[in-house]
């Protein structure tokens, strides 16, 4: 795993994104959401603008979807990619692809997406944050180092910590979501994970220095051949050995 730390953490990782797209302008790119990626998308967005990039033959998967929520719902991460990128850039919407979390069967619906994956030839760069119980995409405590896209069930901790977009009521987020599961990440052929602030420094030190465990699905990172770990100076606190 290669580290980096340093506070323009999302602008790096947006400059490390579109020199993967000018090398392949037909990327197949695994996105995520959370408040760690806004300000990703957000530069992303910048050097759209400047003409720095295009993204009119990317591919894009999404790690996760809450079961239930289409793209009309507000708190759907079908929207949220929407708002805070795919609508500002040159990508076309039919090449993005998200589960669909309106699906009448969520479990079908996620070996659909398992396939479409395989189908598109896998991904070529996979952006992963890490959620405060330790996740990657939706893979809760514990989720199994060969587990595929499928169905969960969510962990308090993790409702709690995405209940802003459900009007700050932890009860009013869906219970269940369609993961990409953590051996369908790790074969992606490149992994760039983003950590910003104090919050995530002991998520971030469990998932770099601690055991590869299920009880910390982002700990199974450590064993991918080609990842780039970007981390602030916060989020570094409990790292051990830093690289810069
Ligand atoms: C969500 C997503 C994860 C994300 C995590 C971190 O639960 N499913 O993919 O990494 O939250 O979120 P944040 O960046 O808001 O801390």
Redesign the pocket.
Known sequence: MEIVVDDRAPQRAAEVIALRVLRNPRLILGL??????QPVYAELITLFIRGEVSFRDVRTVN??EYVGLGVEHAGS?AREMSERFFRHVDIDPANTHLPNGAAADADTEADRFEHLISRLGGIDLQL?????SG????NEPPSALHSRTRVVTLTPT?RR??AAAFGGDPARVPER?I?MGVATIMDSRELLVVATGA??ADVVAAAVEGPVTTMVSASAVQGHPRCLLIVDEAAARGLNRRRS
Do not use: E, P, V, Y
């Open positions: 995520a959401t959370g408040r760690t990626m790690l996760d991460f992963l944050g890490i959620g405060r996740h990657i995409g939706f993790t910590q995405n979501a993961t919050a995530k």
